[in-house]
């Protein structure tokens, strides 16, 4: 009797904890990350605040990079140019440059590496004639994947330099 007592007070305090934690969101917000970290709320789907990844990020590209590099292709020479384009045309606006790795590899090294790969392009884009105060970097290494899969597909997905609008 003791037992069947317990069972029903943890299970209304629990439908309590419940129902007190909601959001009272409104149904015009829509959640944005802003690769930080953090969402922030803003009223619908203006397509500047976001990242690259998600093609959330003025028409920002991600840069990728072949296995353990930190070299700039051609493919990626040419979206950097792009997005210094967009930057120039968005002057007040800016970003953060997070590098990315595939899942291979130890934790330290990959962090090296993705702050190899968010730095090298920081450095394109002040080449090209954006400037550093507008620009943050952060290595993320293995954490933050967007394909978890173990094939070479996903590994090419993950190896990257994306960017994430901190602010416009």
């Given at each position: 009797m003791l037992r069947k007592?317990?069972?029903?007070?943890?299970?209304?305090?629990?439908?309590?904890?419940?129902?007190?934690c909601?959001?009272?969101?409104?149904?015009?917000e829509t959640e944005v990350p802003t690769g930080t970290g953090?969402?922030?709320?803003?009223?619908?789907?203006?397509?500047?605040?976001?990242?690259?990844?998600?093609g959330k990020a003025m028409g920002l590209q991600t840069i990728h990079f072949k296995y353990d590099s930190?070299?700039?292709?051609?493919?990626?020479?040419q979206a950097l140019n792009t997005n210094a384009e967009i930057l120039k045309s968005n002057s007040t606006a800016?970003?953060?440059?997070?590098?990315?790795?595939d899942q291979r590899g130890g934790i330290q090294y990959n962090i090296a590496l993705g702050?190899?790969?968010a730095n090298r392009v920081r450095d394109a884009l002040k080449k090209l004639g954006i400037s550093a105060d507008r620009i943050a970097t952060?290595?993320?290494?293995?954490?933050r994947l967007l394909d978890t899969a173990m094939d070479e597909s996903a590994f090419a997905k993950n190896r990257r330099?994306?960017?994430?609008?901190?602010?416009?």
């Open positions: 007592i317990s069972y029903a007070l943890v299970t209304v305090s629990l439908a309590i904890g419940i129902s007190s909601k959001s009272a969101k409104t149904m015009d953090s969402t922030e709320m803003t009223g619908g789907d203006d397509n500047t605040m976001g990242d690259s990844d998600s930190f070299d700039i292709d051609s493919e990626g020479k800016k970003v953060q440059i997070e590098g990315h790795c702050e190899k790969r952060i290595s993320y290494g293995k954490e330099a994306n960017f994430a609008i901190t602010s416009k």
